[in-house]
Nanobody, 120 residues
Framework: QVQLVESGGGLVQTGGSLRLSCAAS????????MGWYRQTPGKQRELVAA???????NYADSVKGRFTISRDNAKKTAYLQMNGLKPEDTAVYYC??????????????WGQGTQVTVSS
């Protein structure tokens, strides 16, 4: 059983910062790309940032220069440092990971989501 557990969401004022964490656990052989997505009511889930095991990153244009994704492969954990937060960043943030399990099965897993609210 593989789980992704997110933490670090909350309420912050415009211009503030938050750091999200996503820890993977269970029967994991290896983790490929890890990423953060966000979703607001009535809209599709969108990619915020992604990172490969080697550290190559990809960001949505709307967060470039403000958000930083990182990972600790030994801890099977990804992070999203969010600075300069804006009200439009308000959303539920989901962690995603492409995981190969010990039985050589590969699929994408999702966390339960963590709410980020930015007040104006």
């Amino acid at each position: 059983q593989v789980q992704l557990v997110e933490s670090g969401g909350g309420l912050v004022q415009t211009g503030g910062s938050l750091r999200l964490s996503c820890a993977a656990s269970g029967s994991i052989f290896s983790i490929n790309a890890m990423g953060w997505y966000r979703q607001t009511p009535g809209k599709q889930r969108e990619l915020v940032a992604a990172i490969t095991p080697g550290g190559t990153t990809n960001y949505a244009d709307s967060v470039k220069g403000r958000f930083t994704i990182s990972r600790d492969n030994a801890k099977k954990t990804a992070y999203l440092q969010m600075n300069g937060l804006k009200p439009e960043d308000t959303a539920v943030y989901y962690c995603n990971a492409d995981i190969i399990t010990s039985i050589s099965s590969r699929r994408a897993y999702w966390g339960q989501g963590t709410q980020v609210t930015v007040s104006s």
